[in-house]
């Protein structure tokens, strides 16, 4: 009778200790549910003409109408430029494909960081059950370039961060926003500009206007300053060119999606 007097004390004294580290530890915040994936609350992937070109808009909302290559899709859903991408069949770059996608109803997020995150998840989300994408990561050691601010000071304009009206247009030897960006949306541009990557070590956390112009062929008469001297010149940024650890995303399987 004493042993099971004992064994009854301990065990409660076991539960009791259980039960305080369980409260512990969820008031702690461990105890959190995981945050469900983001994901489209509808999504239509529907072949289209090869080489077509066309629909390319997210809009603040989060709603998704693409005329694009599968290749694009994974680039856009994993935040990367073409360089950190390896692996994959030819026709990631051949066919396209037109989706239309909404998000959930919801207010929209006021910082930009947040919304181009979301729609990368709901993209890797729709990549994976429509595409069957499988990836993994790997760390290579490539050229890359570090932007700076030049020894003149930055030449950039302050802007508020107006994300109803932010545009980003790119053309032949032009980059321009409208509504106020990060220096890393420059980054980017950058990047997928130049095919290496791109690396902030600015320091430069507001929101600017952008306004690039330069020329993409130097041997032209009367052709303007290359890209290097013109991030100096209007913008008072410099590209410096090193050698680092670089994160590649690499594709273990994607099939083609069935129709919808």
């Known amino acids: 009778m004493l042993l099971r007097t004992l064994d009854l004390a301990r065990w409660r004294v076991f539960t009791g200790l259980r039960a305080a580290a369980l409260v512990f530890l969820c008031g702690a915040g461990y105890c959190q549910p995981e945050a469900s994936p ?6 239509s992937v529907k072949p289209s003409r090869p080489g077509a070109k066309g629909a390319f808009d997210i809009s603040p909302s989060g709603t998704v109408n693409l005329n694009t290559t599968v290749r694009s899709l994974i680039l856009m859903a994993y935040q990367i430029q073409d360089y950190r991408l390896a692996g994959g ?10 989706i239309a ?34 990836v993994h990561h ?22 508020a961060n107006d994300a109803a009206n932010f545009r ?16 890393g949306m420059l ?7 130049l095919h290496y990557p791109v ?17 993409v062929d130097e041997s032209l008469p009367d052709a303007g300053p290359s890209i290097f001297a013109a991030l100096e010149e209007q913008l008072g940024l410099k590209l410096e060119a090193r050698k680092g650890p670089i994160d590649v995303v690499v594709i273990d399987r994607v099939e083609r999606p069935s129709e919808d």
């Open 138 to 159: 790997e760390t290579r050691n490539l050229h890359e370039y570090v932007l700076v601010v030049a020894k003149s000071g930055p030449r950039l304009k302050e802007m």
């Open 168 to 183: 980003l247009s790119l053309g032949k030897g032009k980059i321009a926003t409208r509504g106020g960006a990060k220096i």
């Open 89 to 98: 069949p030819k026709w990631l770059d051949s066919d396209y494909y037109y």
């Open 199 to 215: 690396v902030d070590k600015t320091g430069l956390d507001r929101y600017y206007d952008i306004q690039l112009n330069y020329s």
């Open 38 to 43: 983001q994901k489209f609350e509808v999504a």
């Open 187 to 193: 980054v980017n541009v950058l990047a997928n500009t």
């Open 101 to 134: 996608a909404k998000p959930p109803s919801g207010p929209i997020p006021s910082e930009q960081s947040t919304r181009t995150n979301q729609t990368s998840e709901r993209l890797r989300y729709l990549l994976a059950e429509r595409f069957q994408l499988a």
